[in-house]
């Protein structure tokens, strides 16, 4: 089993720039595919990016391809998501999530984190 908590989020102005961390206790990351994810008020959870368990290659949704980017430190045990150029529909609760067979499924992955607010004002 693996523990997961997120922290970075915040409120930023629109085109500023927050780093998400999603540091993993209990197992190795690296055993895991990695997914964020986001919700936002009265919105389903949907996926934002992905990084497959070897490291290899990586995912993300076309609303922040060019934008935000996935990454992994192993020696940390912690996955991150850049954020660039954020813009107020950003605004989210972003999620970590380990263990998904299907990335761009929230109902695949097993392991998730408690969230942390992200806020773009306009």
Partial sequence: ???????????????????LSCAASG????????????????KEREFVAAIIWSGSRTYSADSVKGRFTISRDNAKNTVYLHMNTLKPEDTAVYYCAAGGSDFYSATNYVYWGQGTQVTVSS
């Fill in 27 to 42: 197992r190795p990351i690296s055993n895991y595919n990695t997914g964020w994810f986001r919700q936002a008020p009265g």
């Fill in 1 to 19: 089993q693996v523990q997961l908590v997120e922290s970075g989020g915040g409120l930023v102005q629109a085109g500023g720039s927050l780093r």
